[in-house]
């Protein structure tokens, strides 16, 4: 490094070391002070800074801050965003400029928030579809108790993923790919507790079937869905897998009654006390289902 501020010699009679580019002449190409690679764009490319004391700002990238057209978002979000804002208007138009802006940032913000939540379950939800349907979750060490994770909830918890996403990933996630090109739009829980198990069990063609012949009808609800699942003959057991069939017949049924204003909880608690440990199973079996941890 050159000392005392004299300039580091350059041109075809500079001395040549082993950074020097073949075929160059002997000039040296250093890169800025700061570290960073130099900034070349169309503009300076082959040209070479002769500028005594340049700032090293020049050569740093600028940051690319997101707009409204590489977002595709309408133009009219665009022309709000990039417009002057009335410094020296009345206060009635700084104002309405100003919620005119903020409106539009926002738009864009969820835009991106949107954008980016598609990335994150097109990579992030077949690793949680794997490690729920091979229970793999099971090897992990619960950091908060030093044992094997108990339950779905609790390795969700170590991993940084919400229920509500993993129920998506897991469940919604597969239906959506399944009824691609169906005008499904969104599908609500009580839906998807109907075709999830369809999908599981019988593949996707039957998940397809019980969809469009309830679109016949005209009527895509819930309990429709479930009506045409049982007349296709796709029932599915309370528990929603096929290895309830293979279970012992004397073992407990419950009927959930799904008309409103009928839960009696007195009862529940009576049926509790009367076979506390058949309770305790159908309990822990329900929160198990619902990826609920009891422990919460």
């Not at 417009?83 to 835009?111: D, K, M, S, V």
């Not at 919400?162 to 090109?181: D, I, N, W």
């Not at 003959?233 to 309370?238: C, R, Y």
Request: charged content about 20%; aromatic content about 4%; some cysteine.
């Amino acid at each position: 490094m050159a000392k005392g501020g004299s300039q580091i010699p350059t041109g075809p009679d500079a001395p040549s070391n082993d950074s020097t580019q073949k075929g160059g002449g002997g000039r040296n190409v250093l890169p800025p002070l700061t570290g960073y690679p130099p900034h070349v764009t169309r503009d300076t490319e082959g040209a070479a800074d002769t500028t005594e004391g340049a700032g090293t700002e020049d050569a740093l990238p600028a940051v690319v801050i997101p707009t409204a057209v590489t977002e595709g978002l309408p133009s009219a979000i665009h022309q709000a965003l990039v417009a002057e804002l009335p410094e020296n208007g009345t206060r009635g138009e700084i104002i309405t400029a100003c919620e005119r802006r903020l409106h539009a940032a926002q738009t864009l913000r969820e835009a991106m928030e949107q954008r980016a939540l598609t990335a994150y379950f097109h990579y992030a939800g077949p690793a949680v579809r794997l490690a729920n349907s091979s229970e793999s979750w099971r090897n992990i060490t619960d950091p908060s108790t030093g044992k094997p994770c108990r339950s779905w909830s609790a390795w969700l918890r170590i991993v940084k993923v919400s229920r509500q996403h993993a129920f998506r990933m897991v469940k919604e996630e597969p239906l959506m790919e399944a009824l691609a090109g169906l005008n499904v739009g969104t599908l609500g829980v009580r839906q998807i507790d109907v075709l999830s198990p369809v999908l599981t069990s019988h593949g996707k063609e039957r998940v397809r079937l019980v969809w469009t012949t309830a679109a016949e009808t005209g009527d895509t609800s819930a309990p429709t869905l479930e009506k045409v699942r049982a007349q296709l003959g796709l029932a599915v057991a309370a528990a929603g897998t096929d290895d309830d069939q293979d279970r012992s017949s004397s073992a407990p049924v419950l009927r959930f009654q799904a008309t409103p204003g009928t839960f009696d909880e007195s009862r529940v608690r009576e049926v509790a006390r009367s076979q506390p440990e058949v309770s305790l199973l159908v309990a822990r079996t329900i929160l198990s289902e619902l990826q609920i941890d009891m422990a919460e």
